[in-house]
């Protein structure tokens, strides 16, 4: 396993802007009950480490924060008011690709039961201001809509979606095309879902592209969401590190509205994603609505992106 530990000066960092915008830092527990988790084997086949207990009982190691809070937050309605936000500092053990078992430390917050452009804005400010506050540079936010591809795509079979949303992520346009030739499409239509891909960079070139190939009002009430959070964004005079990339979707595929991730120039890792999963709490047959990221500290760190210098230090300087 990789290990990672962080400095007490970073994590003040991480909770002072927490405070500001008002998130209560939680813990999250390392085991999960696996019977909890069987609706949603999708979201866990690939990655999950487990043991069976003294009891016999099937637990799993903690492997996506947000899947775990879900399922506590969910199933315990006590803990759930009319709206919360939460921050913490956990870690997720996992299987990698190689089937090596690896250990990540994650801090991220979670904004549960508000619906807005603000919110979202909210927590894409955030993103910004926690890596800034690290003194990560060179560092960029991709912002996507899953909202938009579903739209893009909602008149084709659903037997054919996951193929093509994975095309899609994967920017693979010649094996797109002739996925959708193979469906028999009006050109016009198969023209613009093969352009998907090809719509990343600068947010307001990107945008109007993206305006260009809308298929319907579903797809362009998409691009007006993510119109609105960048100029919230923007009003804070932090524009300059978002871009766009409306291909972007999520290895879990549990985001269902606005999608983002974090990435530092010239490295392939991603430090930090998150967006909106209004769906995900319908796995365990509730109807709460929320947003939110983590930053994963082993992937800034294999980036060679993160040191642990005083913050302090950092905003003086």
């Not at 830092?25 to 043991?51: A, C, G, H, M």
């Not at 926690?130 to 003194?135: A, I, Q, R």
């Not at 008149?155 to 920017?171: A, C, F, R, V, Y």
């Not at 609105?228 to 985001?255: H, Q, S």
């Amino acid at each position: 396993m990789n290990y990672f530990n962080l400095s007490t000066n970073d994590m003040n960092a991480l909770t002072e802007l927490s405070k500001e915008n008002n998130y209560e830092n939680i813990q999250i527990p390392t085991l999960i009950n696996f019977s909890e988790l069987i609706d949603i084997e999708y979201y866990t086949k690939r990655s999950i480490v487990k043991f069976v207990d003294a009891d016999g009982i099937v637990q799993v190691m903690n492997f996506d924060c947000t899947l775990t809070l879900s399922q506590i937050f969910s199933k315990n309605p006590m803990y759930m008011p009319a709206k919360r936000k939460v921050a913490y500092l956990s870690k997720t053990v996992f299987t990698n690709a190689k089937r090596k078992i690896e250990e990540s430390t994650v801090w991220g917050v979670e904004n549960y039961n508000v619906n807005t452009p603000e919110t979202d804005s909210e927590l894409v400010l955030m993103a910004i201001q926690s890596l800034k506050n690290l003194g990560i540079k060179g560092f960029k936010i991709d912002l996507g809509s899953v909202e938009f591809i579903q739209a893009m795509l909602k008149d084709l079979p659903k037997t054919s979606t996951d193929k093509i949303i994975s095309l899609i992520e994967e920017k693979n346009t010649f094996e797109l095309s002739s996925t959708l030739n193979n469906l028999g499409l009006p050109e016009d239509q198969k023209k613009k879902i093969c352009k998907i891909p090809q719509i990343f960079g600068p947010f307001r070139q990107s945008i109007a592209k993206a305006k260009e190939i809308a298929l319907n009002e579903d797809a362009l009430t998409a691009i007006s969401r993510l119109e609105k959070i960048y100029e919230y964004v923007d009003a804070e005079a932090l524009g300059e590190y978002m871009m766009i990339d409306m291909g972007f979707t999520n290895t879990y595929r549990y985001y269902s509205g606005i999608i983002f991730k974090g990435y530092v120039s010239e490295h392939s890792k991603i430090i930090l994603q998150g967006g909106r999963y209004d769906k995900l709490m319908s796995n365990f047959n509730s109807q709460l609505s929320a947003c939110g990221f983590a930053i994963d500290f082993n992937n800034l760190k294999e980036a060679n992106a993160y040191d642990n210098y005083s913050y302090q230090q950092r905003k003086s300087s």
